[in-house]
């Protein structure tokens, strides 16, 4: 298997990553560390603009829905190269909420979000998880209540509490899954409907929480929240496998390999700088360990390379991307606890993602500021005890329960 993208695609990741670059060269003097992408708003917000302009932020979509009708493979390939910039351009409305709107939304709703969302004019937010509703979605219990129940014109009301919401406090609005069948009985998987409620609506409040690396998610409590009936995305009841069908486009996520690839070549540079002698553990254990992160970050790439190629004929992705992201996410926890352990005491001195560094912290103190970090991936988008049900009973054919 090639593990390159096809040539064209490579010759597009060699200029973007040096256009990204350019773009985040003075990025250092924008910091804040509060915010996931370690960036302040409006830096964030003009480099979206941007991104916007150069057609970036729906690279294979089609073009008359404004994207620039490029391959899956191009988007992988933005992907990664953002990615190992650290540029924040990965988790976009466009990758996130872009896709289920495209799929299910009026041409009303598309005139209204895509076109400002691929010009990188707002930010999207999306709000699944609940208190008691994470890997098991089913369990959702905000409500959204329309008066006649059946009258296709009515106005929504939106009730209940979504947490853990990435990016919430500066995004515009946000896509919402909630229960639409007022009878409890009713099965949860046809009970639910997606929305899409601006943040500035009145009865929305967010709060910020901090995280362990400073900065926040959103919770993001909806109380009498009145929505016009075009909210609704898509048809009521169908909200479940909306919302799944969108997480499987999601988890094919290339900007992990991205982010695997970087570091692993930060480390293998600090090493053949600084040598062997100067690592934190024998010279045999650190070139064994590194070439365990070497092949680790290989199968990484082909695993997501495969998803790609699935994706790209069409077929059903689902294991491919669930193998993926259970990989991919588990080396970039083994990378960081690899960095540390070579580097020594020193490697535990962190820094944000962005502005001054601590001067003796080498390596911008990434590794240790990845060792926190890289808890989230494997429990956030489908933890990774679930994606591995999925490859028991998807993948191999074992019976679920
Ligand atoms: C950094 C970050 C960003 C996030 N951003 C968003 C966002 O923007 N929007 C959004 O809606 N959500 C977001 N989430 C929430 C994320 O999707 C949930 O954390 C995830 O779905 C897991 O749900 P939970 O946290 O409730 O954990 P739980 O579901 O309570 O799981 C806790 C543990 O139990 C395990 N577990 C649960 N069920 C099973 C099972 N059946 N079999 C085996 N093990 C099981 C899990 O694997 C996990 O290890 C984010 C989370 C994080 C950490």
């Not at 598309?110 to 890997?135: C, D, F, K, N």
Request: glycine residues 8%; charged residues 20%; negative net charge.
């Amino acid at each position: 298997m090639d593990l390159r993208f096809p040539d064209d695609v490579e010759a597009f990741r060699t200029e973007i990553r040096t256009q990204i670059a350019d773009l985040m060269a003075d990025a250092d003097a924008h910091a804040d560390p509060a915010d996931l992408t370690g960036l302040a708003e409006d830096f964030e917000r003009r480099l979206l603009r941007t991104a916007g302009d150069r057609g970036w932020l729906a690279l294979h979509w089609p073009t008359e829905a404004g994207g620039t009708g490029r391959s899956l493979a191009h988007r992988a390939a933005f992907g990664r190269e953002a990615a190992a910039l650290d540029a924040p351009l990965v988790d976009t409305a466009v990758t996130l909420a872009g896709a289920p709107i495209l799929r299910y939304g009026s041409p009303d709703q598309h005139a209204a979000l895509l076109g400002p969302m691929v010009r990188g004019e707002v930010v999207g937010a999306i709000g699944y998880t609940e208190a008691q509703a994470g890997s098991d979605l089913s369990a959702i219990a905000t409500t959204a209540t329309r008066t006649p129940v059946d009258d296709p014109d009515a106005p929504w009301t939106i009730d209940g509490e979504k947490v853990l919401v990435t990016g919430a406090h500066k995004a515009d609005w946000i896509l919402i899954v909630a229960r639409t069948d007022p009878d409890p009985a009713a099965a949860p998987r046809k009970a639910m409907s997606m929305f899409v409620v601006p943040l500035a609506t009145p009865g929305v409040t967010v709060t910020r929480v901090r995280t362990a690396n400073d900065w926040t998610l959103g919770t993001v409590h909806f109380e009498g929240v009145e929505v016009p009936a075009d909210a609704l995305l898509g048809e009521v009841g169908r909200g479940f496998a909306q919302m799944a069908a969108a997480l499987a486009d999601e988890r094919s996520g290339f900007f992990w390999v991205g982010w695997a690839e970087q570091r692993l070549a930060d480390l293998v540079d600090h090493v053949m700088a600084v040598g062997t002698d100067a690592l934190a553990l024998p010279a045999a254990v650190a070139r064994d360990r590194l070439a365990r992160c070497v092949t680790d970050v290989a199968l990484a790439r082909a695993l997501a390379l495969r998803v790609v190629d699935a994706q790209a004929r069409g077929g059903d992705a689902t294991v491919a991307a669930s193998l993926s992201k259970v990989f991919v996410t588990e080396t970039l926890q083994r990378l960081a606890a690899t960095g540390v352990a070579l580097l020594g005491p020193a490697g535990l001195l962190t820094a944000p993602l962005f502005g001054p560094v601590p001067a003796d912290a080498p390596l911008r103190g990434r590794f240790a500021y990845d060792t926190v970090e890289r808890l989230h991936p494997t429990l956030s988008v489908g933890a990774n005890e679930i994606q591995r049900d999925t490859i028991a009973t998807r993948g191999l054919g074992l019976p679920p329960g």
